[in-house]
């Protein structure tokens, strides 16, 4: 299971050192949440906030795991990969042409991902799962972060994970949104490989390093 840090919850006056904490507490990936106040209610971060964390993510062999949640995407797809995206996730909704989206990420060095929304239907990886390094099954609807987990997700997370099994062995299933570690096994018996997790992590009951701890045993008990 691999653990990714959504910047979307940590002290943004100091966004460098905690992401350090997150990265050294043992999490694998930075989630890098971007929005645009149109495809999702609000804004976020941009490519500064990439730049200023890609020298981090260099020293520490973190991979960038940047979530477009952002009308037309493919217009920034190059700037995120120049600032140091390892993974660039696009929504369905947002690209009406998924396949060249899919493909443009690839060519510019990224491994490539698609979001499904908790109404969005399997039905749009029918032509598309083959080509896909990683599939986002959201737990919330998109937008603000501290939300419930939608528990139907789990079902869904299931469903990818057969699918998958059949057709792509390799496809990491993530799944972002009200994920905390009181509902982590649950995840990862469903079939998810990677957690988002936000508010759990930068904003849970302990320390960073205690709370990603907390994933980790959750996880193998």
Known sequence: MLLSASILGADLGDLRAHARAAIEAGCEWLHVDVMD???????????PVMQSLRDLAEETGTLLDVHLMIEEPDRYLRDFADAGAGLITVHAEACPHLHRTVQHIKELGCQAG????PATPLSCLDHILSDLDLVLVMSV??????????????AKIAHVARRAAR?????????????TPS??????????????????????????????QAFRDAVSS
């Open 37 to 47: 106040g149109h495809f999702v209610p609000n804004i976020s971060f941009g490519v």
């Open 114 to 117: 698609v979001a499904l929304n």
């Open 141 to 154: 609807n998109p937008g603000f972060a501290g939300q419930a987990y939608i528990p139907a997700t789990k």
């Open 167 to 179: 057709e792509h062995p390799e496809l990491l299933i993530q799944v972002d949104g009200g994920v």
């Open 183 to 212: 509902n982590a096994g649950m995840n990862v018996q469903a079939g998810a490989n990677v957690l988002v997790a936000a508010s759990a992590i930068f904003k849970g009951t302990g320390t960073v390093a205690e709370n990603v």
